[in-house]
Each structure stands twice: as structure tokens, then as C-alpha cells.
């Protein structure tokens, strides 16, 4: 689904990969300062100012002022070189996307939702789109623009910048969605999962000692995203956090959309609660009306949600013991809905063993609807930085 994290190497003279997780983590706002960044990577404080000293040099990093550290002498903060820039990102659902601009550190501005024809295509689709986004950078100015993030509802192949297989997204097999942008915008382009976005979006705005989270969009469908050491984990093939078709006992031969029976998927998701409640006399026809239904406390569908919601927290509770994450954030729409929340905290306390849960934080994404935005800026913000570090140490970065 995605690319494999790249192995340590050399970026030209001097400059490791550890500058590469050294502007990680200023773009993401988690550290200003060569003693954090120390501390978060686990690295002598010697290494760091190296490859700060060299980041300076290169223009890539910026340095100013001081702040007081406690009990020690001042520190100098560090910044982004050239920081004034931004990123355009969307999020895609059915019919509609998210779109904003996010800024280095993590900040969101001019948040929109527009409508966007998934289903039509993506040489239908995408045109409209990418006029919202060219409005949106001329609004910042243009010239600042240094990257597009685009957060998809299926699964991703980040290498190539193509979805793959995607079950709600008819003709997007295989379509060269980061190269098309590319072309459009000029500027580097980052494609992600949605679910991958909301745990790196989560991730950015959460207290740095969280540095192992699961975290799980259950909306339509449902997908997980994990963050292992304080960075996105994608596992050996990109598919990390793939528990929408773990089975489940009480799903028993339900057909599923990736052509088995049993998954997680049939019982739990959006899509699941329509036809469930369909079969059960409502009127319902898309996870909208689901929540709408629920939210006005409506008997049936009440006891939908939360049965769903134990469904979810029964496969996250496997997950969470083998795992032993600092948090569990539940994001999606479902996630807006009170008893699918209270019951999938319930069988995580239930069914996880107590030294798992003696500290395990299980929220709602404080980000809401806008985590997944967040975090396709902080994709697109870093893979120009990345581009930015390989021109400047004279390699080439794809």
C-alpha cells in the first residue's frame, strides 16, 4: 500500500538522514531547540549540533532568539529557513473534499469543504480540485507554495504516488495522482491514506511523550494509522495499521469489499451501519444519516453504534496489548458519536491486560475533522524539505 521507510544513508557531504528527521520534526512543530531534538531522537548532543551547524550552512534552518531553559543557561530556538511558506492540502471523501492551507509547525488556515466527485474519476475530478488549490496558494502568494498533500480514503503506494485497489474510488487504480499534481503545481506532491494522515496530523498537535499512538478513522470504512518512536510506522509493506479486515466471529460469512467474508468491515463501519439499519426498517442511505439518527438518540440506531463500537474495540484490543501504544485517538465520524466511543473504551479497558491500560490515553482526535488535512501539509511540507536537503548536498531525491 506504501512505501517501506527509506534505509539510513548518505545525503551528500556529511549530511546523514538524520537531517531529514531533524526537519521532520521542526516542521512538525515538536521541537525548537538542539536539546529537544537531542532528547526526541535518542542522539548525542554533539551529532545534533553537527547536523544543525550543517543545516545552517545549507540555509535549510534558521536561528533566533533565545528562551530560557530551567535551571540552565538561555537556548537558541530554531526555525525552518524560508518558513514563510506553506503547503496546500485535501482530504477526499465521496462527494465532497477538505481543503486548507497548512504552515510549517502545523498550522491550519482557510479551511473549506467543496464539492469533489470521487466517483467520476480522477481525470474528471481532479481538474476542479486543483483550481480550488491554485486559488488557495494564490491567496498566501504563489512563490511561497512549497508543496501539495493529498489524503486519499483508500490504499496508497507512496512511492509511485498512486492508489491502489481502492474499493469506494472506482477508476483511481493505479492513476499517477502525484505526478499529475506535480505537473500542475511545480512544487513536490505527497499522497497518503487518509488514516496515515490523521495519526501523522494527531501526532504533530499531541504532547511529545506520546510517541507510540494508534490511531483510527472509522467513518464509511474504517483504517488505522500507527506512530512508533514518534514517526509514522508502515510496516514491511506499507500496510500497517490494516485491521479493517482482521476477522470477526459475530461477522460470520458476510461478504466484504476486499473479496472475503468475516472482516471487521462488515460489522463496524459506516457502510455496515447502513445496511444493518436498512435491514432493520430505517431510512437510511449514507453514515450521515447513521450519525444524524444517533445523535437524536434514536433507539436502533443507538444500539447499532455502540455494538459496532465493540466490534472495533474487540480488534483494537489485540492490537493494543501486543502494541502497548501511549494513546489510542479514534477519529472519523463515527467517532463524533458518544456511545460508539464509550464503547470501544470499554472493551479496551475489558479486554487489554492492566499494565497496558494503566496510562492508556483513549480520545477522540482533538483535531477532529481537520486531522487528516494537517497531516497531508506535514507530508507535503516534508517531502519539500527533503527535495530542498538533497539539491542543496547535490543528490538526487525522486
Request: with cysteine; proline share 6%.
Amino acid at each position: 500500500m506504501t512505501e517501506k521507510s527509506p534505509p539510513r544513508r548518505k545525503n551528500g557531504p556529511g549530511v546523514s538522514s538524520l537531517a531529514e528527521r531533524v526537519l521532520e520534526l521542526l516542521a512538525s512543530g515538536q521541537a525548537t531547540s538542539r536539546t529537544e531534538i537531542a532528547g526526541l531522537l535518542g542522539a548525542a548532543p554533539s551529532t545534533i549540533s553537527f547536523t544543525v551547524s550543517q543545516l545552517l550552512e545549507h540555509g535549510l534552518v534558521a536561528e533566533e532568539g533565545t528562551v530560557s531553559s530551567a535551571g540552565g543557561r538561555p537556548r537558541k530556538v530554531l526555525r525552518l529557513g524560508g518558513s514563510d511558506g506553506f503547503a496546500v492540502a485535501a482530504e477526499l471523501g465521496g462527494k465532497h473534499a477538505h481543503v486548507g492551507v497548512v504552515l510549517p509547525g502545523g498550522g491550519l488556515t482557510d479551511v473549506s469543504t467543496v464539492p469533489f466527485a470521487t466517483a467520476d474519476g480522477p481525470e474528471a475530478a481532479l481538474p476542479g480540485l486543483a483550481e480550488t488549490l491554485a486559488a488557495l496558494a494564490e491567496r498566501h502568494g504563489t512563490q511561497l507554495l512549497r508543496g501539495v498533500g493529498l489524503c486519499l480514503p483508500g490504499p496508497v503506494d507512496v512511492e509511485p504516488g498512486l492508489v491502489t485497489l481502492p474499493a469506494r474510488m472506482p477508476g483511481w487504480n493505479r492513476f499517477p495522482v502525484r505526478a499529475w499534481l506535480e505537473e500542475r503545481f511545480a512544487v513536490p506532491v505527497a499522497i497518503e491514506n487518509d488514516a496515515n494522515c490523521m495519526a501523522v496530523g494527531e501526532h504533530s498537535v499531541r504532547p511529545v511523550e506520546h510517541r507510540q499512538s494508534i490511531m483510527v478513522k472509522a467513518g464509511s470504512g474504517i483504517g488505522a494509522g500507527v506512530i512508533a518512536d514518534g514517526r509514522l510506522y508502515r510496516g514491511g509493506t506499507g500496510a500497517a495499521g490494516e485491521i479493517t479486515h482482521v476477522r470477526v466471529e459475530a461477522a460470520h460469512d458476510t461478504p466484504c469489499s476486499c473479496g472475503n467474508t468475516g472482516c471487521l468491515e462488515t460489522v463496524a463501519s459506516g457502510a455496515a451501519l447502513v445496511r444493518i439499519l436498512r435491514e432493520r426498517g430505517l431510512r437510511v442511505t449514507s453514515t450521515e444519516d447513521v450519525v444524524r439518527l444517533a445523535s437524536d438518540a434514536d433507539p436502533e440506531a443507538t444500539r447499532a453504534v455502540r455494538q459496532a463500537g465493540r466490534y472495533l474495540g474487540q480488534v483494537l484490543a489485540a492490537n493494543v496489548n501486543f502494541f502497548n501504544p501511549d494513546a489510542v485517538y479514534l477519529g472519523g465520524i463515527l467517532s463524533t458519536l458518544e456511545p460508539f466511543v464509550a464503547a470501544v473504551r470499554s472493551q479496551l479497558y475489558e479486554g487489554c491486560h492492566p499494565l497496558v491500560t494503566e496510562h492508556l490515553v483513549i480520545e477522540r482526535a482533538s483535531l477532529g475533522a481537520d486531522a487528516g488535512l494537517v497531516g497531508a501539509g506535514q507530508f507535503a511540507l516534508q517531502r519539500a524539505l527533503a527535495h530542498a536537503l538533497h539539491a542543496a548536498t547535490g543528490n538526487h531525491h525522486p
